[in-house]
C-alpha cells in the first residue's frame, strides 16, 4: 500500500470502516445462512470492507490485514488469527474469506458470544479497529460438529430424550405399543406433510366417552364437517364428510353426508341416506336408506334398498327396485328394469314387475345352443 496514504487510515477506519464493516459483514453472513443449510457449514466466512485515507478518499493497491476472534469484546487472548500480507483494494473495497489461511474450527463458536478484530498495517505496523460481534451465522460451523456428538455427550436433555427414546430413521424394535407411539396426548390435530403439503391429518374426535378419532388423507381441500366422529376421508380432493361413521375412499368434490354412508370414489357422488353407498363413477346420488349405485354416470337411487346397477341416466325410486342399462327408470316398489342402449326412457308400469326393453329382442336358453334359444313371445318347438 502507498506509505503516505497510508498515514492516515487509523483515524478514518476508526469512524468509517467500522460502519462499512458492520453493514459488510452482515449481509455475507446472510447468503452464507442458505449456503449453511443447503450444503452443510462451509468451514471459511466471507468478509468484505473498506479502506479510504484520512481525507476520506478511496484507497487503491493492496493492504496487508490481520484478523482475530476473541471472547470478549475488549482484552483477552486471541482464539483464532490469520493474516492477508497482500489483499486487493479497489476504490475502497476488499473482500477476504477468514479460514482460508488458518482453518475455522467448529470449537472456536462453542461460545454464544464472539468478536472480531480487523487490524491494518500501516506501514509502521498493525492498527487494530474495534472489536465487532459476530452474528448468529458463523455458529453454524458449530451446529455441523453437534451431527457428530453421542446421546452421552449432550447435557440437560428434556426428560423423555435422555434415556435415546427416540424413534429411529432406521426402524426400532423392543416396542410396546401400550406404552410407545407417535401422536398427541391433547386434543390437537397431528399433522403429516411431504414437500411442505399436507398429506395426512389424524384429528381428535369424541362421541360421548368415546374416543373415536377422524382420518383425512389427501389434499388439505378435503374436510369433516358438524363435529362428525370416527369417520374417513382416504385421500383425492374437495372431498367432504359430513356424518358420523360415514367414509369416502378418494376421487374428487364426493360428499358422504348420511350416517355410515360410502363412497368410493370418482367425481362428483353424493351418498345421502343412512347406510347409502356409491361405489363411484360422476355425479351419481345414492339419496335414501341403504340405497346402493355401482358406477356409472348420472345415475340416482332414492328408494328404500333400491339399487341402480350401473349405466348411464338411470332412476331407483321404488323401494326394493333395481335398475341397470341406460335411461331406465324403476318408479314401483320391487321393479326390476333394465333398458338397452338406446336414447329412449323405459319406465316400470306396476309393482313387482320384470321389465326388459332390449330392441333386438329377448332370448332364454336351457342347457341348448343359442340356435335352440327360446326367444319371449314365440313359441320354441324341436
Do not use: C
Not at 188 to 198: E, I, N, P, Q
Not at 296 to 306: E, K, M
Amino acid at each position: 500500500m502507498n506509505k503516505k496514504r497510508a498515514l492516515g487510515i487509523t483515524a478514518v477506519l476508526i469512524t468509517v470502516f467500522s460502519t462499512i464493516f458492520i453493514l459488510r459483514f452482515w449481509m455475507t453472513a446472510q447468503a452464507l445462512d442458505g449456503q449453511t443449510m443447503q450444503a452443510g457449514a462451509p468451514t471459511q466466512i466471507s468478509f468484505q470492507g473498506y479502506l479510504a485515507d484520512d481525507s476520506g478518499q478511496p484507497l487503491d493497491g493492496t493492504a496487508a490485514l490481520q484478523f482475530d476472534i476473541y471472547e470478549s469484546a475488549a482484552g483477552g487472548a486471541s482464539l483464532w488469527q490469520e493474516t492477508h500480507v497482500s489483499v486487493p483494494v479497489s476504490n475502497g473495497y476488499f473482500a477476504v474469506y477468514l479460514g482460508s489461511i488458518n482453518p475455522l474450527q467448529p470449537s472456536i463458536f462453542s461460545h454464544p458470544t464472539r468478536y472480531l478484530q480487523v487490524s491494518v498495517d500501516t506501514g509502521s505496523g498493525f492498527v487494530a479497529m474495534p472489536r465487532q460481534q459476530f452474528t448468529a451465522v458463523p455458529y453454524a460451523l458449530q451446529a455441523e460438529n453437534a451431527n457428530q456428538v453421542s446421546w452421552s455427550g449432550i447435557t440437560n436433555l428434556p426428560p423423555n430424550l435422555n434415556g435415546g427414546e427416540v424413534w429411529s430413521m432406521h426402524g426400532n424394535n423392543d416396542i410396546d405399543p401400550n406404552t410407545h407411539y407417535l401422536g398427541t396426548t391433547n386434543a390437537v390435530t397431528l399433522t403429516l406433510a411431504v414437500s411442505g403439503t399436507t398429506a395426512l391429518r389424524l384429528l381428535p374426535a369424541v362421541d360421548g366417552e368415546v374416543v373415536m378419532p377422524n382420518i383425512i388423507g389427501g389434499a388439505s381441500s378435503n374436510q369433516i364437517l358438524y363435529g362428525s366422529s370416527g369417520v374417513v376421508i382416504s385421500g383425492g380432493i374437495s372431498n367432504t364428510v359430513s356424518n358420523y361413521f360415514a367414509t369416502v375412499s378418494g376421487g374428487r368434490h364426493n360428499t358422504a353426508s348420511g350416517t355410515n354412508t360410502t363412497v368410493g370414489g370418482g367425481a362428483h357422488n353424493t351418498a345421502s341416506g343412512s347406510d347409502a353407498t356409491v361405489g363411484g363413477g360422476k355425479h351419481n346420488t345414492a339419496s335414501s336408506v341403504y340405497a346402493t349405485i355401482g358406477g356409472g354416470r348420472n345415475n340416482t337411487a332414492s328408494g328404500y334398498f333400491a339399487t341402480v346397477g350401473g349405466g348411464l341416466y338411470n332412476t331407483a325410486s321404488g323401494d326394493h327396485s333395481f335398475t341397470a342399462g341406460r335411461l331406465a327408470h324403476a318408479a314401483h316398489d320391487g321393479a326390476f328394469v333394465w333398458a338397452d342402449n338406446q336414447a329412449i326412457t323405459y319406465t316400470s308400469s306396476a309393482e313387482n314387475q320384470f321389465a326388459i326393453h332390449a330392441s333386438g329382442g329377448v332370448t332364454l336358453a336351457v342347457n341348448a345352443g343359442p340356435d335352440k334359444a327360446v326367444q319371449v313371445g314365440e313359441r320354441y318347438r324341436d
